[in-house]
């Protein structure tokens, strides 16, 4: 069963930044596609951005330009650095395999960015 835990979220205003940071124990960590989900209030968890065991990137197309997904395989873990943050991506993110299911038990608490001034 995968274990993830996310971290870095926090409070910012428009225009700033956070780095979010994933701790997956997952075996064979390194073949996985990973992906950073997040989840506003009354919306549905939507995928932001995936990469490859060998690094190849995703986003969708709201944050292209803002956001840049990486790993570190030696770590096991997935980080999400956030730039020119808009109101719009406040929401709860969460990290996990690309394609897991809303009710898969391996979801982690997630972590809370709330975008205001």
């Known amino acids: 069963q995968a274990q993830l835990v996310e971290s870095g979220g926090g409070l910012v205003q428009p225009g700033g930044s956070l780095r979010l940071s994933c701790a997956a124990s997952?075996?064979?960590?390194?073949?996985?596609?990973m992906a950073w989900y997040r989840q506003a209030p009354g919306k549905e968890r939507e995928l932001v951005a995936s990469?490859?065991?060998?690094?190849?990137?995703n986003y969708v197309d709201s944050v292209k330009g803002r956001f840049a997904i990486s790993r570190d395989n030696v770590k096991k873990t997935v980080y999400l650095q956030m730039n020119s943050l808009k109101p719009e991506d406040t929401a709860v993110y969460y990290c996990?395999?690309?394609?897991?299911?809303?009710?898969?038990?391996?979801w982690g608490q997630g972590t809370q960015v709330t975008v205001s001034s």
């Open positions: 996990n395999l690309l394609g897991s299911h809303p009710s898969s038990a391996s």
């Open positions: 990469i490859t065991g060998g690094g190849s990137t």
């Open positions: 997952i075996s064979l960590f390194s073949f996985k596609t």
